[in-house]
């Protein structure tokens, strides 16, 4: 379980809030990184976007 990766927000899994790992495609997931506003970082295989920044960077 954890929390989103997203800048400045706190949404945890265990708080009930839907996380999503970053797309492994290398296009898409350069789309969500630059869309979040972290493009100069790399995500690992456990980090996650939540369901309300998935939908607000989208």
């Known amino acids: 379980m954890g929390g989103c990766s997203a800048l400045n927000c706190k949404n945890r899994s ?3 809030f839907r996380t999503f ?3 492994t495609e290398a296009e898409r997931k350069k789309k969500w990184l630059i ?3 972290r493009d100069k970082w790399i ?3 456990n980090s996650r976007l ?3 920044s ?3 960077y989208h």
Request: charged share 20%; net charge neutral.
């Open 54 to 56: 998935t939908y607000i």
């Open 21 to 23: 790992r970053f797309p």
């Open 50 to 52: 939540c369901e309300v």
């Open 43 to 45: 995500p690992s295989s």
């Open 35 to 37: 869309n979040c506003r």
């Open 14 to 16: 265990e708080a009930g």
